[in-house]
Protein backbone atom coordinates (compact mmCIF):
# COMPACT_ATOMS: atom_id res chain seq x y z
CA UNK A 1 0.00 0.00 0.00
CA UNK A 2 1.43 3.67 -1.27
CA UNK A 3 2.53 5.46 2.19
CA UNK A 4 1.25 8.67 2.46
CA UNK A 5 3.53 11.12 3.77
CA UNK A 6 2.76 13.93 6.23
CA UNK A 7 3.24 16.98 3.79
CA UNK A 8 -0.15 15.76 1.70
CA UNK A 9 -2.03 16.58 5.19
CA UNK A 10 -1.69 20.23 5.23
CA UNK A 11 -5.36 21.66 4.30
CA UNK A 12 -5.44 25.40 3.96
CA UNK A 13 -7.84 27.08 6.66
CA UNK A 14 -10.64 27.45 3.96
CA UNK A 15 -10.23 23.78 3.56
CA UNK A 16 -10.74 23.42 7.00
CA UNK A 17 -13.61 25.79 7.81
CA UNK A 18 -15.55 23.69 5.03
CA UNK A 19 -14.71 20.58 5.85
CA UNK A 20 -15.97 21.43 9.63
CA UNK A 21 -19.26 22.88 8.20
CA UNK A 22 -19.87 19.49 6.40
CA UNK A 23 -19.03 17.43 9.37
CA UNK A 24 -21.82 19.69 11.69
CA UNK A 25 -24.06 19.33 8.61
CA UNK A 26 -23.61 15.56 8.31
CA UNK A 27 -24.13 15.46 12.33
CA UNK A 28 -27.77 17.48 11.96
CA UNK A 29 -29.10 15.39 9.51
CA UNK A 30 -31.99 12.01 10.46
CA UNK A 31 -29.99 9.23 11.10
CA UNK A 32 -30.91 6.77 7.90
CA UNK A 33 -29.52 10.20 6.07
CA UNK A 34 -26.43 10.45 7.95
CA UNK A 35 -24.96 7.05 6.71
CA UNK A 36 -26.04 7.18 2.98
CA UNK A 37 -26.23 3.13 2.84
CA UNK A 38 -29.11 3.25 5.85
CA UNK A 39 -31.71 5.00 3.40
CA UNK A 40 -30.75 2.04 0.84
CA UNK A 41 -33.04 -0.97 1.24
CA UNK A 42 -31.14 -3.58 -0.74
CA UNK A 43 -28.41 -6.07 0.03
CA UNK A 44 -26.75 -5.71 3.27
CA UNK A 45 -29.84 -2.89 4.21
CA UNK A 46 -32.75 -5.20 3.03
CA UNK A 47 -35.01 -6.81 6.17
CA UNK A 48 -33.15 -10.03 4.46
CA UNK A 49 -29.98 -9.35 5.32
CA UNK A 50 -30.76 -7.38 9.01
CA UNK A 51 -33.38 -10.26 10.02
CA UNK A 52 -30.28 -12.62 9.20
CA UNK A 53 -27.93 -10.90 11.43
CA UNK A 54 -30.22 -11.39 14.18
CA UNK A 55 -30.71 -15.06 13.57
CA UNK A 56 -34.33 -14.25 12.65
CA UNK A 57 -36.22 -15.02 9.46
CA UNK A 58 -38.52 -12.23 7.80
CA UNK A 59 -40.78 -12.83 4.91
CA UNK A 60 -43.61 -12.25 2.19
CA UNK A 61 -46.51 -14.05 1.02
CA UNK A 62 -46.25 -13.87 -2.43
CA UNK A 63 -48.18 -14.80 -5.57
CA UNK A 64 -45.86 -17.35 -7.45
CA UNK A 65 -47.72 -16.33 -10.99
CA UNK A 66 -45.90 -12.84 -10.55
CA UNK A 67 -42.56 -14.10 -9.70
CA UNK A 68 -40.63 -14.33 -12.54
CA UNK A 69 -38.95 -17.11 -12.35
CA UNK A 70 -37.54 -17.82 -16.07
CA UNK A 71 -35.88 -14.85 -15.91
CA UNK A 72 -34.06 -15.45 -12.37
CA UNK A 73 -33.12 -19.17 -13.86
CA UNK A 74 -31.56 -17.24 -16.72
CA UNK A 75 -29.47 -14.72 -14.68
CA UNK A 76 -31.78 -11.93 -14.56
CA UNK A 77 -32.46 -10.04 -10.95
CA UNK A 78 -36.04 -9.87 -12.11
CA UNK A 79 -38.57 -7.34 -12.44
CA UNK A 80 -39.65 -4.82 -9.85
CA UNK A 81 -41.96 -7.55 -7.96
CA UNK A 82 -39.92 -10.37 -8.18
CA UNK A 83 -36.54 -8.10 -7.35
CA UNK A 84 -38.43 -7.10 -4.20
CA UNK A 85 -39.36 -10.13 -3.00
CA UNK A 86 -35.76 -11.89 -3.69
CA UNK A 87 -33.93 -9.00 -2.30
CA UNK A 88 -36.44 -8.27 1.22
CA UNK A 89 -37.12 -12.34 2.30
CA UNK A 90 -35.05 -14.93 3.75
CA UNK A 91 -38.68 -17.06 3.74
CA UNK A 92 -41.73 -16.99 1.59
CA UNK A 93 -45.04 -18.32 1.81
CA UNK A 94 -47.92 -18.53 -0.72
CA UNK A 95 -50.88 -16.46 -0.08
CA UNK A 96 -53.32 -18.66 -1.63
CA UNK A 97 -51.38 -21.27 -4.36
CA UNK A 98 -51.22 -23.69 -1.55
CA UNK A 99 -54.49 -24.05 -0.71
CA UNK A 100 -57.34 -26.48 -1.07
CA UNK A 101 -59.32 -24.02 -3.58
CA UNK A 102 -55.81 -23.78 -5.60
CA UNK A 103 -54.59 -27.33 -5.69
CA UNK A 104 -57.59 -29.06 -5.56
CA UNK A 105 -59.74 -28.29 -8.96
CA UNK A 106 -61.62 -31.89 -8.70
CA UNK A 107 -61.49 -34.98 -6.24
CA UNK A 108 -59.65 -36.65 -8.40
CA UNK A 109 -56.95 -33.74 -9.94
CA UNK A 110 -54.30 -32.04 -8.18
CA UNK A 111 -52.44 -28.83 -9.40
CA UNK A 112 -49.19 -27.92 -7.88
CA UNK A 113 -48.46 -25.65 -11.09
CA UNK A 114 -48.16 -22.22 -8.99
CA UNK A 115 -47.02 -24.25 -5.82
CA UNK A 116 -44.23 -25.68 -7.88
CA UNK A 117 -43.65 -22.20 -9.27
CA UNK A 118 -42.56 -21.09 -5.97
CA UNK A 119 -40.73 -23.85 -4.85
CA UNK A 120 -38.35 -23.43 -8.18
CA UNK A 121 -38.26 -19.57 -7.79
CA UNK A 122 -37.25 -20.45 -4.17
CA UNK A 123 -34.12 -23.13 -5.23
CA UNK A 124 -33.41 -20.77 -7.85
CA UNK A 125 -32.76 -17.70 -4.81
CA UNK A 126 -31.95 -19.53 -1.75
CA UNK A 127 -34.82 -18.49 0.13
CA UNK A 128 -36.88 -20.63 2.38
CA UNK A 129 -40.50 -21.47 1.98
CA UNK A 130 -43.14 -22.00 4.14
CA UNK A 131 -46.81 -23.75 3.40
CA UNK A 132 -50.18 -22.28 3.66
CA UNK A 133 -52.26 -24.47 4.25
CA UNK A 134 -53.03 -27.99 4.79
CA UNK A 135 -56.46 -27.72 6.26
CA UNK A 136 -58.83 -25.00 6.72
CA UNK A 137 -62.57 -24.18 7.06
CA UNK A 138 -62.22 -21.41 4.10
CA UNK A 139 -61.12 -21.50 0.63
CA UNK A 140 -61.97 -25.11 -0.18
CA UNK A 141 -63.02 -26.28 -3.72
CA UNK A 142 -66.70 -26.84 -4.14
CA UNK A 143 -66.59 -30.37 -4.99
CA UNK A 144 -65.48 -31.05 -1.40
CA UNK A 145 -68.53 -29.10 0.08
CA UNK A 146 -70.46 -31.40 -1.64
CA UNK A 147 -68.69 -34.84 -2.04
CA UNK A 148 -67.25 -34.98 1.88
CA UNK A 149 -69.68 -37.10 4.41
CA UNK A 150 -68.77 -38.62 7.16
CA UNK A 151 -67.80 -41.75 5.80
CA UNK A 152 -64.69 -40.17 3.54
CA UNK A 153 -63.81 -36.99 5.19
CA UNK A 154 -61.23 -39.05 7.44
CA UNK A 155 -59.85 -40.34 3.84
CA UNK A 156 -59.92 -37.01 1.88
CA UNK A 157 -58.09 -35.14 4.81
CA UNK A 158 -55.13 -37.50 4.74
CA UNK A 159 -55.08 -38.05 1.58
CA UNK A 160 -54.49 -34.42 0.80
CA UNK A 161 -52.26 -33.77 3.29
CA UNK A 162 -49.60 -37.00 2.06
CA UNK A 163 -50.01 -35.95 -1.38
CA UNK A 164 -49.40 -32.09 -0.61
CA UNK A 165 -46.98 -32.46 2.29
CA UNK A 166 -45.81 -35.63 0.25
CA UNK A 167 -44.41 -33.45 -2.53
CA UNK A 168 -42.24 -31.18 -0.91
CA UNK A 169 -41.13 -33.45 1.60
CA UNK A 170 -38.21 -32.04 3.54
CA UNK A 171 -38.17 -28.72 0.98
CA UNK A 172 -40.33 -26.57 3.55
CA UNK A 173 -39.39 -24.52 6.63
CA UNK A 174 -42.63 -25.55 7.88
CA UNK A 175 -46.16 -25.84 7.27
CA UNK A 176 -49.37 -24.19 8.80
CA UNK A 177 -50.76 -27.35 9.03
CA UNK A 178 -54.45 -26.09 10.83
CA UNK A 179 -55.48 -22.78 10.36
CA UNK A 180 -58.19 -20.86 12.33
CA UNK A 181 -59.73 -23.88 14.14
CA UNK A 182 -60.85 -21.34 17.30
CA UNK A 183 -63.60 -19.70 17.16
CA UNK A 184 -65.46 -19.55 20.45
CA UNK A 185 -68.52 -17.61 19.57
CA UNK A 186 -69.42 -20.66 17.66
CA UNK A 187 -70.52 -21.64 21.03
CA UNK A 188 -68.77 -25.64 21.13
CA UNK A 189 -67.71 -26.64 24.49
CA UNK A 190 -63.95 -27.05 22.98
CA UNK A 191 -64.17 -23.61 21.82
CA UNK A 192 -63.65 -25.21 18.14
CA UNK A 193 -64.90 -23.13 15.11
CA UNK A 194 -67.69 -25.29 13.34
CA UNK A 195 -66.05 -26.33 10.25
CA UNK A 196 -66.65 -28.83 7.67
CA UNK A 197 -64.00 -30.65 9.62
CA UNK A 198 -64.85 -30.67 12.49
CA UNK A 199 -68.93 -31.55 11.69
CA UNK A 200 -67.63 -34.56 9.54
CA UNK A 201 -64.79 -35.91 11.35
CA UNK A 202 -65.40 -34.49 14.98
CA UNK A 203 -62.28 -32.37 16.69
CA UNK A 204 -59.61 -35.07 16.32
CA UNK A 205 -59.42 -33.74 12.68
CA UNK A 206 -56.51 -31.28 14.27
CA UNK A 207 -54.69 -34.07 15.80
CA UNK A 208 -55.31 -36.46 12.85
CA UNK A 209 -53.91 -33.28 10.41
CA UNK A 210 -50.79 -32.83 12.29
CA UNK A 211 -50.07 -36.75 12.51
CA UNK A 212 -50.34 -36.87 9.25
CA UNK A 213 -48.24 -34.24 8.11
CA UNK A 214 -45.53 -35.34 10.74
CA UNK A 215 -45.79 -38.97 9.43
CA UNK A 216 -45.62 -37.59 6.07
CA UNK A 217 -42.44 -34.78 6.10
CA UNK A 218 -40.47 -35.36 9.51
CA UNK A 219 -38.49 -32.52 8.89
CA UNK A 220 -41.03 -29.65 8.81
CA UNK A 221 -41.88 -27.47 11.33
CA UNK A 222 -45.75 -28.22 11.73
CA UNK A 223 -47.62 -24.95 12.87
CA UNK A 224 -50.99 -24.09 14.26
CA UNK A 225 -51.80 -20.78 12.87
CA UNK A 226 -54.33 -18.00 13.91
CA UNK A 227 -55.94 -14.13 14.46
CA UNK A 228 -57.28 -12.26 16.75
CA UNK A 229 -55.09 -13.25 19.32
CA UNK A 230 -52.25 -10.37 19.49
CA UNK A 231 -54.52 -7.50 21.38
CA UNK A 232 -55.04 -6.58 24.94
CA UNK A 233 -58.69 -6.62 24.53
CA UNK A 234 -61.66 -9.21 26.19
CA UNK A 235 -61.83 -10.73 23.07
CA UNK A 236 -58.40 -11.68 21.80
CA UNK A 237 -57.79 -12.58 25.75
CA UNK A 238 -60.58 -15.21 25.57
CA UNK A 239 -59.65 -16.48 21.91
CA UNK A 240 -55.78 -16.81 23.65
CA UNK A 241 -56.70 -18.91 26.21
CA UNK A 242 -58.81 -20.80 24.10
CA UNK A 243 -55.58 -21.67 21.81
CA UNK A 244 -53.67 -22.64 24.64
CA UNK A 245 -55.88 -24.83 25.68
CA UNK A 246 -55.21 -26.33 22.37
CA UNK A 247 -52.08 -26.61 22.40
CA UNK A 248 -51.67 -27.72 25.52
CA UNK A 249 -53.59 -30.53 25.09
CA UNK A 250 -52.17 -31.50 21.63
CA UNK A 251 -48.91 -31.49 24.07
CA UNK A 252 -50.47 -33.52 26.58
CA UNK A 253 -51.48 -36.18 23.73
CA UNK A 254 -48.33 -36.39 22.23
CA UNK A 255 -49.56 -34.47 19.17
CA UNK A 256 -46.33 -33.55 16.86
CA UNK A 257 -46.54 -29.83 16.62
CA UNK A 258 -43.49 -27.52 16.84
CA UNK A 259 -45.42 -23.25 16.40
CA UNK A 260 -47.74 -21.33 17.04
CA UNK A 261 -48.32 -18.53 13.75
CA UNK A 262 -49.98 -15.83 15.38
CA UNK A 263 -51.43 -14.10 12.08
CA UNK A 264 -50.82 -10.27 13.13
CA UNK A 265 -53.95 -8.64 10.97
CA UNK A 266 -53.70 -5.95 13.69
CA UNK A 267 -55.06 -2.47 13.57
CA UNK A 268 -52.57 1.04 14.43
CA UNK A 269 -53.55 1.49 17.77
CA UNK A 270 -50.50 3.18 19.83
CA UNK A 271 -51.44 2.08 23.48
CA UNK A 272 -51.54 -1.38 22.84
CA UNK A 273 -48.44 -3.01 24.61
CA UNK A 274 -49.30 -6.57 23.71
CA UNK A 275 -48.74 -8.39 27.35
CA UNK A 276 -50.96 -11.06 26.50
CA UNK A 277 -49.53 -11.93 23.36
CA UNK A 278 -46.13 -12.04 25.20
CA UNK A 279 -47.44 -14.25 27.46
CA UNK A 280 -49.13 -16.39 25.10
CA UNK A 281 -45.39 -16.64 23.35
CA UNK A 282 -44.04 -17.23 26.54
CA UNK A 283 -46.29 -19.84 27.60
CA UNK A 284 -45.00 -21.52 24.04
CA UNK A 285 -41.55 -21.13 25.03
CA UNK A 286 -42.42 -22.97 27.89
CA UNK A 287 -44.21 -26.42 26.02
CA UNK A 288 -40.98 -26.11 23.55
CA UNK A 289 -42.95 -24.19 20.61
CA UNK A 290 -41.86 -21.75 18.35
CA UNK A 291 -43.75 -18.51 17.32
CA UNK A 292 -44.00 -17.29 13.47
CA UNK A 293 -45.83 -14.01 12.84
CA UNK A 294 -47.62 -15.39 9.83
CA UNK A 295 -49.16 -12.47 8.13
CA UNK A 296 -48.54 -9.16 9.60
CA UNK A 297 -50.14 -5.96 8.24
CA UNK A 298 -51.50 -2.65 9.33
CA UNK A 299 -55.03 -1.68 8.74
CA UNK A 300 -55.19 1.92 8.65
CA UNK A 301 -58.72 2.67 7.88
CA UNK A 302 -59.49 4.48 10.91
CA UNK A 303 -56.55 6.49 11.13
CA UNK A 304 -57.43 10.37 10.16
CA UNK A 305 -55.34 12.38 7.69
CA UNK A 306 -53.64 11.47 4.64
CA UNK A 307 -50.90 9.23 3.86
CA UNK A 308 -48.17 10.98 5.58
CA UNK A 309 -50.40 10.21 9.01
CA UNK A 310 -50.89 6.64 8.13
CA UNK A 311 -47.32 6.03 7.40
CA UNK A 312 -46.61 7.39 10.89
CA UNK A 313 -49.30 5.26 12.46
CA UNK A 314 -47.92 1.81 10.54
CA UNK A 315 -44.35 2.66 11.66
CA UNK A 316 -45.02 3.37 15.03
CA UNK A 317 -47.35 -0.19 15.43
CA UNK A 318 -44.26 -1.81 13.61
CA UNK A 319 -41.71 -0.38 16.08
CA UNK A 320 -44.40 -1.16 19.35
CA UNK A 321 -45.26 -4.92 18.10
CA UNK A 322 -42.20 -6.03 16.67
CA UNK A 323 -40.23 -4.58 19.71
CA UNK A 324 -42.38 -6.03 22.24
CA UNK A 325 -42.37 -9.98 20.68
CA UNK A 326 -39.49 -10.25 18.98
CA UNK A 327 -37.93 -9.62 22.40
CA UNK A 328 -38.71 -13.50 22.91
CA UNK A 329 -36.26 -16.12 22.17
CA UNK A 330 -38.82 -18.48 20.75
CA UNK A 331 -40.07 -15.78 18.23
CA UNK A 332 -38.19 -16.88 14.92
CA UNK A 333 -39.61 -14.97 11.83
CA UNK A 334 -42.21 -12.50 11.00
CA UNK A 335 -43.97 -13.25 7.68
CA UNK A 336 -46.18 -9.82 6.30
CA UNK A 337 -48.66 -10.39 3.83
CA UNK A 338 -47.60 -8.99 0.89
CA UNK A 339 -45.05 -6.42 0.31
CA UNK A 340 -46.82 -3.49 -1.79
CA UNK A 341 -49.52 -1.99 -0.11
CA UNK A 342 -51.38 -1.67 -3.13
CA UNK A 343 -51.57 -5.24 -3.74
CA UNK A 344 -52.87 -6.20 0.13
CA UNK A 345 -56.27 -8.49 0.13
CA UNK A 346 -57.22 -5.35 3.00
CA UNK A 347 -57.22 -3.12 -0.43
CA UNK A 348 -58.59 -5.72 -2.74
CA UNK A 349 -61.52 -7.19 -0.68
CA UNK A 350 -62.88 -3.93 -0.11
CA UNK A 351 -64.06 -5.23 3.16
CA UNK A 352 -66.20 -2.01 5.22
CA UNK A 353 -63.67 -2.35 8.15
CA UNK A 354 -60.94 -2.00 5.73
CA UNK A 355 -62.68 1.15 4.42
CA UNK A 356 -60.95 4.49 4.94
CA UNK A 357 -63.70 7.51 4.67
CA UNK A 358 -61.18 9.36 2.29
CA UNK A 359 -61.31 6.11 -0.22
CA UNK A 360 -57.67 6.24 0.37
CA UNK A 361 -55.89 2.59 0.01
CA UNK A 362 -54.28 1.02 3.39
CA UNK A 363 -50.95 1.80 3.68
CA UNK A 364 -50.27 -1.52 5.34
CA UNK A 365 -46.99 -2.87 3.87
CA UNK A 366 -43.58 -1.54 3.73
CA UNK A 367 -43.39 -0.84 0.19
CA UNK A 368 -45.63 1.74 -2.25
CA UNK A 369 -46.94 0.41 -5.81
CA UNK A 370 -43.98 2.05 -6.75
CA UNK A 371 -41.82 -0.15 -4.68
CA UNK A 372 -40.74 2.31 -2.79
CA UNK A 373 -39.93 2.28 1.01
CA UNK A 374 -42.48 3.45 3.21
CA UNK A 375 -41.65 4.76 7.05
CA UNK A 376 -42.54 0.65 7.93
CA UNK A 377 -39.41 -0.73 6.00
CA UNK A 378 -37.51 1.49 8.53
CA UNK A 379 -39.43 0.37 11.30
CA UNK A 380 -39.41 -3.02 10.85
CA UNK A 381 -35.55 -2.51 9.47
CA UNK A 382 -35.04 -0.94 13.34
CA UNK A 383 -36.94 -3.52 15.34
CA UNK A 384 -35.26 -6.52 13.76
CA UNK A 385 -31.72 -4.65 14.62
CA UNK A 386 -33.13 -4.40 18.05
CA UNK A 387 -34.13 -8.00 18.92
CA UNK A 388 -31.73 -10.26 20.76
CA UNK A 389 -29.75 -12.51 19.01
CA UNK A 390 -31.84 -15.74 17.75
CA UNK A 391 -30.60 -19.13 16.78
CA UNK A 392 -32.43 -19.42 13.69
O1 LIG B 1 -57.74 -15.60 -8.78
C1 LIG B 1 -59.16 -15.35 -8.80
C2 LIG B 1 -59.53 -14.52 -10.03
O2 LIG B 1 -59.26 -15.29 -11.18
C3 LIG B 1 -61.01 -14.15 -9.95
O3 LIG B 1 -61.34 -13.32 -11.05
C4 LIG B 1 -61.27 -13.41 -8.64
C5 LIG B 1 -62.71 -12.99 -8.48
O4 LIG B 1 -63.47 -14.11 -8.08
O5 LIG B 1 -60.93 -14.27 -7.54
C6 LIG B 1 -59.54 -14.58 -7.55
O6 LIG B 1 -59.24 -15.42 -6.46
C7 LIG B 1 -59.28 -14.73 -5.20
C8 LIG B 1 -57.91 -14.90 -4.55
O7 LIG B 1 -57.90 -14.33 -3.23
C9 LIG B 1 -56.81 -14.21 -5.35
O8 LIG B 1 -57.01 -12.82 -5.31
C10 LIG B 1 -60.33 -15.42 -4.34
O9 LIG B 1 -61.61 -15.15 -4.89
C11 LIG B 1 -60.26 -14.83 -2.94
O10 LIG B 1 -61.13 -15.58 -2.08
C12 LIG B 1 -58.84 -15.00 -2.38
O11 LIG B 1 -58.81 -14.37 -1.13
C13 LIG B 1 -57.69 -14.78 -0.30
C14 LIG B 1 -58.29 -15.23 1.06
O12 LIG B 1 -57.23 -15.53 1.96
C15 LIG B 1 -59.13 -16.46 0.90
O13 LIG B 1 -58.29 -17.51 0.47
C16 LIG B 1 -56.78 -13.58 -0.09
O14 LIG B 1 -56.10 -13.27 -1.31
C17 LIG B 1 -55.74 -13.91 0.97
O15 LIG B 1 -54.96 -12.75 1.28
C18 LIG B 1 -56.43 -14.38 2.25
O16 LIG B 1 -55.43 -14.73 3.15
C19 LIG B 1 -55.92 -15.23 4.41
C20 LIG B 1 -55.02 -16.35 4.86
O17 LIG B 1 -55.00 -17.37 3.88
C21 LIG B 1 -55.45 -16.88 6.22
N1 LIG B 1 -55.49 -15.80 7.20
C22 LIG B 1 -56.35 -14.67 6.80
C23 LIG B 1 -55.88 -14.11 5.47
C24 LIG B 1 -56.73 -12.91 5.08
O18 LIG B 1 -58.05 -13.30 4.87
Not at 165 to 178: E, F, N
Amino acid sequence: MKKIDSKEFNFTRREFQMGALAAGLLAALPSWARAGEAKSTSGAESLRAHAAARGLLYGIAVNPALLDVEGVANGRSGDGYTRLIREQANIMVAENAMKWEALRPSASVFDFTLADRLMRFAGLTGQLVRGHNLCWHADNPDWLKTEATKDNARLLLTQHIEAVAGRYRGRLHSWDVVNEAILGKDGRPDHLRKSLWVELIGPEYIDLAFQTAARVDPQVKLTYNDYDIELDTPEHKEKREHVLQLLRGMKARGVPIHALGVQSHIGTDPDQKYTGLVELIRACGQMGLEVYLTEMDLNTAKIPGGNDAQDAAVAQTCRNYLGAVLAEPNVKAALTWGIDYSMSWLNKAKFDWATRPDGALLRCLPFDDDHQPLPAFFAIREALDRAPAHRA
